[in-house]
C-alpha cells in the first residue's frame, strides 16, 4: 500500500505509524496466542500418537496370546480325543470279557470240560 506523503501532515503521518504499530502488536499477540495453541494441539497429538502405538502393542500382545490360547486348546483336544479314543477300546474290551463271561456261566460244561482235562492231566 503506497501513501502519498505529500497528502498528510506529520501528525497524521505519527498517528497512522502508531496505529500500523498497534496493529502489528496485535497480529503478533494473536500470532504468538495462535502458535501457542498450535503446540498445544501437536503436544496432544503426540499424546494421542502414542496412545494408539500402545493400544497397538497391547492388541499385538493379546493376539500372542490368543494364539497360544489356540495352540494350546489344539494340543487339549487332540489329547482328549486320544484318551476317548483309548477309553472307547477299554470299554470295548469290557464288554467283550462280560459278554465271554456270561457265555462261560451260560455254559457250565466248557468249564467242566476244562475241569476235567486238568484232572486228567493230574492223575497221569
Known amino acids: 500500500m503506497s501513501i502519498n506523503v505529500k497528502k498528510y501532515t506529520k501528525d497524521q503521518m505519527a498517528k497512522m505509524v502508531e496505529e500500523a504499530q ?5 497480529l503478533k499477540r494473536v500470532n504468538a496466542a495462535l502458535t501457542e495453541q498450535i503446540s498445544q494441539i501437536n503436544g496432544e497429538v503426540t499424546i494421542r500418537e502414542n496412545v494408539i502405538a500402545n493400544l497397538k502393542a497391547d492388541a499385538d500382545a493379546l493376539r ?13 483336544n487332540d489329547e482328549c480325543a486320544f484318551k476317548q479314543e483309548a477309553l472307547n477300546v477299554m470299554r470295548n474290551r469290557r464288554y467283550n470279557a462280560e459278554q465271554r463271561a456270561n457265555y462261560a456261566e451260560a455254559h457250565p460244561w466248557r468249564n467242566l470240560w476244562a475241569w ?6 493230574r492223575h497221569e
Open 116 to 121: 476235567f482235562k486238568r484232572k486228567l492231566v
Open 64 to 76: 500372542n496370546k490368543l494364539a497360544d490360547t489356540e495352540a494350546a486348546l489344539g494340543r487339549a
Open 22 to 26: 498497534a496493529e502489528v502488536q496485535e
